[in-house]
């Protein structure tokens, strides 16, 4: 009902709008045609303006053609006006000016009616190559008009319209109907009431050409009504862009943003669904390296354990404890490579956690600086360590990620450096707060340098420089988890350098401050031999599917006098626990038939499995395992493979145990040693001597044992001395009497 009243009102209007431009055509005919133009250049203007502006929403390249030439035909309408008789603006043109503007301007709007209907289903990409077609095609009319007039005359004052005229008024029809033509063609492009007011808005452009072409005086009936219609059409072209730009945009507005809405929905699935295999694939990567680690670390738990065993029994001889030396340095080598899989994995799934503990930075950089030398001297290359006096010695830190990023950065230095050296400088940085200051370090080296451009590559993964040489290049990780583990600590990591001239890498970390005697002094204790005189006896329960590390547990505690009860899965667990109540339950994780963590927390849940103290026993090394098996309710955990000390301590902790040890092992760890000689050494056969010099410069631990082996076994006291200091990385003063010996020889 709304609607139909709307539609009369309309109508209503336009009727009365049409009597009175009649009335003031009879009254003043010049005031009626600058009104009728006026209005029309008005929504030749009006088209332009919403079909510009709402170019975006309507999607309609047909009617944003359209928009461009009306704004061209306004500009020659606008002319037209003063160009009328009677306006007296162009006296020297008398009546001829008005129609040949009109035509002028009829020619532009009926072939770009035409030439619009090829964007019906195309998509106009050059507009500003079609606003200056125009602008010079309008100039052209302009200048043929009024500069050198050799536009064709079209009404002869007393006469009327000559055939041009009329010729090209029928002409321009039949150019009308070819853009009707082509327009219903392509009705299946647009809505049907949008090709209403378009095709009705072409039929009314027609019979307005018509119109003009049965009038003789300027001032006639024909005349106006050509005007009235033209009015129409362009109203109805109006209609039609405010149909599409105005009236229905949030029609169109809607329609795509539901479309965007849509292909958004679509995108997120899309990001879910590979979000999704992304986790998956992280999980299947997490529980490979999580079984792989478990796998290797279970045996890797006997081959250490059992080793140690046998090295500290008193009958093995200097021989078999050198063997046994290197079976414990290469286990300890492979578990080295298991932790750095894991520390990668960790890494690129985010979630590397820090752990924060109390550190002497002074003797952890001294440490440090006395490993790498002996890589930098078997080089050729000089070695310094520049600490300022500033910096703080008691910190608390991620000590273990602190010190893989400084020997990561060393090693990287010493391997790609041919001559000079490398220096470390470490020295406080800004105080933050008076609990915390940032330290810095700077690594500088003397080799082939960095160029600018690779500055900030290098530090992604996978990534090595292309002038290395296949022998020296890594795998292209050690850079990015320097850059990881600083930016976890808070810090930030960088290079500077020249091509040629050396590198710098520096980076700075905050740290807590400790107070002084925070750091506790490890007490030196020499091997287990039995608990104390008064250490009255316990009950353990080993829960262990693997045979060997069951036996592994009860050689550890069995010589102490201790109970001992055995089970292979949780359930056995659970029901030993029961009948014989344990002082402490050491409990894998992962067995058959009932895991650790399921027997943890059944026995747990009784008021008397409270008080039972249970350690884990884990192959599994991930932050979310260890929470897990936290939660479970587990005391303590130990991961695999472990030292013979690990355990006893988890006793003297969950059970205050107390245990004696052998103190002429403590007093010979306390004392100090005395430095073997280059005489002690000049008895020894030269190739032997060579053969350690070589593993020594090496810095190759298992050869210099191996090497030390058979020296000692030519002279027991020689070799055991040489194999302490080995094995306290004494290798700056071994080189010095490897040296020495040289030198005594050559003379």
Same mark, same amino acid.
């Given at each position: 009902?709304?609607?139909?009243?709307?539609?009369?009102?309309?109508?209503?209007?336009?009727?009365?709008?049409?009597?009175?431009?009649?009335?003031?055509?009879?009254?003043?005919?010049?005031?009626?045609?600058?009104?009728?133009?006026?209005?029309?250049?008005?929504?030749?203007? #009006?088209?332009?303006?919403?079909?510009?502006?709402?170019?975006?929403?309507?999607?309609?390249?047909?009617?944003?053609?359209?928009?461009?030439?009306? =704004?061209?035909?306004?500009?020659?309408?606008?002319?037209?006006?003063?160009?009328?008789?009677?306006?007296?603006?162009?006296?020297?043109?008398?009546?001829?000016?008005?129609?040949?503007?009109?035509?002028?301007?009829?020619?532009?709007?009926?072939?770009?009616?035409?030439?619009?209907?090829?964007?019906?289903?195309?998509?106009? /990409?050059w507009?500003?190559?079609?606003?200056?077609?125009?602008?010079l095609?309008?100039?052209?009319?302009?200048?043929?008009?009024?500069?050198?007039?050799?536009?064709?005359?079209?009404?002869?004052?007393?006469?009327?319209?000559?055939?041009?005229?009329?010729?090209?008024?029928?002409?321009?029809?039949?150019?009308?109907?070819?853009?009707?033509?082509?327009?219903?063609?392509n009705?299946?492009?647009?809505?049907?009431?949008?090709?209403?007011?378009?095709?009705?808005?072409i039929?009314?452009?027609?019979?307005?050409?018509?119109?003009?072409?049965?009038?003789?005086?300027?001032?006639?009936?024909?005349?106006?009504?050509?005007?009235?219609?033209?009015?129409i059409?362009?109203?109805?072209?109006?209609?039609?862009?405010?149909?599409?730009?105005?009236?229905?945009?949030?029609?169109?507005?809607? /329609?795509?943003?539901?479309?965007?809405?849509?292909?958004?929905?679509?995108?997120?699935?899309?990001?879910?669904?590979?979000?999704?295999?992304?986790?998956?694939?992280?999980?299947?990567?997490?529980?490979?390296?999580?079984?792989?680690?478990?796998?290797?670390?279970?045996?890797?738990?006997?081959?250490?354990?059992?080793?140690?065993?046998?090295?500290?029994?008193?009958?093995?001889?200097?021989?078999?404890?050198?063997?046994?030396?290197?079976?414990?340095?290469?286990?300890?080598?492979?578990?080295?490579?298991?932790?750095?899989?894991?520390?990668?994995?960790?890494?690129?799934?985010?979630?590397?956690?820090?752990?924060?503990?109390?550190?002497?930075?002074?003797?952890?950089?001294?440490?440090?600086?006395?490993?790498?030398?002996?890589?930098?001297?078997?080089?050729g290359?000089?070695?310094?360590?520049?600490?300022s006096?500033?910096?703080?010695?008691?910190?608390?830190?991620?000590?273990?990620?602190? %010190?893989?990023?400084?020997?990561?950065?060393?090693?990287?230095a010493?391997?790609?450096?041919?001559?000079?050296?490398?220096?470390?400088?470490?020295?406080?940085?800004?105080?933050?707060?008076?609990?915390?200051?940032?330290?810095?370090?700077?690594?500088?080296?003397?080799?082939?340098?960095?160029?600018?451009?690779?500055?900030?590559?290098?530090?992604?993964p996978?990534?090595?420089?292309?002038e290395?040489?296949?022998?020296?290049?890594?795998? #292209?990780?050690?850079?990015?988890?320097?850059?990881?583990?600083?930016?976890?600590?808070?810090?930030?990591?960088?290079?500077?350098?020249?091509?040629?001239?050396?590198?710098?890498?520096?980076?700075?970390?905050?740290?807590?401050?400790?107070?002084?005697?925070?750091?506790?002094?490890?007490? %030196?204790?020499?091997?287990?031999?039995?608990?104390?005189?008064d250490?009255?006896?316990?009950?353990?329960?080993?829960?262990?599917?693997?045979?060997?590390?069951?036996?592994?547990?009860?050689?550890?505690?069995?010589?102490?006098?201790?109970?001992?009860?055995?089970?292979?899965?949780?359930?056995?667990?659970?029901?030993?626990?029961?009948?014989?109540?344990?002082?402490?339950?050491?409990?894998?994780?992962?067995?058959?038939?009932?895991?650790?963590?399921?027997?943890?927390?059944?026995?747990?849940?009784?008021?008397?499995?409270?008080?039972?103290?249970?350690?884990?026993?884990?192959?599994?090394?991930?932050?979310?395992e260890?929470?897990?098996?936290?939660?479970?309710?587990?005391?303590?955990?130990?991961?695999?493979?472990?030292?013979?000390?690990?355990?006893?301590?988890?006793?003297?902790?969950?059970?205050?145990?107390?245990?004696?040890?052998?103190?002429?092992?403590?007093?010979?760890?306390?004392?100090?040693e005395?430095?073997?000689?280059?005489?002690?050494?000049?008895?020894?056969?030269?190739d032997?001597?060579?053969?350690?010099?070589?593993?020594?410069e =090496?810095?190759?631990?298992?050869?210099?044992?191996?090497?030390?082996?058979?020296? #000692?076994?030519?002279?027991?006291?020689?070799?055991?001395?040489?194999? /302490?200091?080995?094995?306290?990385?004494?290798?700056?003063?071994?080189?010095?009497?490897?040296?020495g010996?040289?030198e005594?020889?050559?003379?």
């Amino acid at each position: 009902m709304t609607l139909n009243r709307t539609k009369y009102g309309a109508c209503l209007f336009w009727l009365v709008a049409f009597a009175v431009l009649y009335g003031v055509s009879r009254f003043n005919y010049p005031l009626f045609h600058a009104i009728a133009d006026s209005f029309a250049i008005f929504i030749a203007i #009006g088209i332009w303006v919403l079909v510009w502006y709402s170019r975006r929403y309507m999607d309609d390249d047909y009617l944003l053609y359209l928009g461009i030439a009306f =704004l061209f035909f306004a500009s020659l309408d606008f002319v037209h006006i003063f160009a009328v008789k009677g306006m007296n603006l162009f006296p020297q043109y008398r009546t001829n000016l008005g129609p040949q503007l009109y035509i002028a301007s009829r020619y532009l709007l009926s072939l770009s009616l035409v030439v619009a209907s090829l964007f019906i289903n195309r998509r106009l /990409r050059w507009v500003s190559v079609v606003f200056a077609a125009y602008s010079l095609v309008t100039a052209l009319l302009f200048l043929s008009i009024f500069y050198w007039r050799n536009f064709p005359v079209c009404h002869v004052e007393g006469v009327g319209l000559t055939t041009f005229k009329v010729a090209s008024d029928y002409l321009i029809c039949l150019v009308l109907l070819i853009a009707l033509a082509r327009l219903l063609t392509n009705r299946r492009s647009f809505d049907a009431r949008l090709l209403r007011l378009l095709a009705a808005s072409i039929i009314l452009s027609i019979a307005t050409g018509l119109s003009f072409t049965l009038y003789t005086d300027g001032w006639g009936i024909m005349n106006a009504v050509g005007h009235f219609f033209q009015i129409i059409s362009f109203y109805l072209i109006y209609l039609a862009v405010i149909e599409t730009g105005l009236t229905r945009p949030q029609d169109i507005i809607f /329609r795509k943003l539901q479309e965007s809405n849509r292909q958004l929905e679509e995108a997120v699935t899309t990001a879910n669904m590979l979000a999704e295999q992304a986790e998956k694939a992280n999980r299947a990567k997490s529980v490979f390296l999580a079984n792989m680690s478990h796998e290797l670390r279970t045996p890797l738990n006997a081959v250490l354990g059992f080793s140690q065993l046998m090295k500290d029994d008193t009958g093995v001889t200097a021989e078999q404890r050198g063997n046994l030396d290197i079976i414990t340095r290469s286990g300890e080598h492979l578990l080295n490579l298991i932790n750095n899989v894991l520390d990668i994995s960790k890494i690129e799934s985010g979630r590397v956690e820090l752990e924060e503990s109390s550190l002497d930075l002074h003797q952890m950089v001294h440490d440090i600086k006395s490993l790498m030398a002996v890589r930098a001297t078997g080089k050729g290359l000089s070695f310094a360590l520049e600490q300022s006096p500033d910096l703080p010695r008691q910190i608390a830190v991620d000590g273990g990620k602190l %010190r893989q990023v400084l020997i990561n950065l060393i090693g990287n230095a010493i391997k790609f450096t041919t001559s000079g050296g490398v220096v470390i400088r470490a020295m406080a940085g800004k105080q933050e707060d008076p609990g915390q200051v940032r330290v810095c370090f700077e690594v500088e080296d003397s080799g082939p340098g960095i160029r600018p451009e690779e500055r900030e590559r290098i530090f992604h993964p996978f990534v090595q420089l292309g002038e290395q040489a296949s022998a020296e290049a890594g795998t #292209g990780l050690g850079l990015a988890i320097c850059r990881q583990y600083v930016g976890l600590m808070g810090g930030e990591i960088g290079v500077t350098g020249e091509p040629g001239r050396g590198s710098i890498f520096h980076f700075e970390i905050p740290v807590t401050l400790l107070i002084s005697g925070a750091i506790p002094a490890a007490p %030196r204790r020499g091997r287990v031999v039995g608990p104390a005189e008064d250490e009255p006896s316990r009950r353990f329960l080993i829960v262990e599917d693997q045979p060997e590390n069951r036996l592994l547990l009860r050689k550890l505690l069995e010589p102490f006098g201790n109970e001992l009860r055995e089970a292979v899965n949780g359930v056995e667990a659970v029901a030993i626990w029961k009948e014989w109540h344990p002082d402490l339950i050491f409990m894998d994780i992962r067995m058959p038939v009932m895991d650790g963590l399921e027997a943890t927390r059944r026995i747990k849940a009784t008021d008397t499995g409270a008080k039972t103290r249970i350690i884990a026993i884990t192959a599994h090394t991930l932050e979310e395992e260890r929470r897990e098996i936290q939660a479970a309710g587990c005391d303590d955990f130990i991961r695999k493979p472990y030292r013979d000390r690990e355990v006893y301590d988890a006793l003297m902790r969950h059970l205050g145990m107390r245990f004696r040890y052998d103190e002429e092992k403590v007093a010979t760890a306390l004392k100090k040693e005395p430095a073997v000689t280059a005489d002690e050494l000049s008895g020894i056969p030269l190739d032997l001597a060579v053969d350690l010099s070589k593993a020594v410069e =090496l810095l190759n631990g298992p050869l210099i044992l191996d090497v030390v082996r058979r020296i #000692g076994e030519r002279d027991h006291d020689l070799g055991e001395r040489l194999r /302490r200091m080995a094995e306290d990385l004494r290798y700056i003063e071994l080189l010095g009497v490897l040296d020495g010996l040289a030198e005594r020889r050559g003379a």
